[in-house]
């Protein structure tokens, strides 16, 4: 095992160009807006995702094209064993992340002062 693996390698530009083919498959996906990937120890690679889902997508059609997405990417590279997803069709793409509705607040009225 290398020192560079030890301290938190991405993945190849191979594979992760692998990762993005095999999510642009996936029906419901309109757009990769993060990708970083991480080896963990040379064990395997840690995915974290930020997705534009297509709106109008159903729990049960978000959920299916999640787990489309999970599988197409462990085909396309096997090494790739945890990932995560993060959502973010919701924001309009004017609003930055600190103006997105807090999941704390959903009636958004902010915290009392």
Known sequence: ????LLIGQSASPREEELIRQAISTVDGVEAIVEL????????????NLGISFASGLTTDKLETTIDRIERAVKA??????????????????????????????????????
Request: hydrophobic fraction near 40%; charge should be neutral.
């Open 1 to 4: 095992m290398t020192k560079r």
């Open 36 to 47: 970083k990937t991480l080896h963990m120890g040379g064990e395997y690679i840690l995915l």
């Open 76 to 113: 396309a590279v096997p090494a790739v064993q945890r990932i995560f997803i993060e959502a973010d069709s919701f924001r309009r793409k004017s609003e930055s992340v600190a103006d997105a509705p807090d999941v704390a607040d959903p009636a958004g009225q902010g915290s009392p002062s």
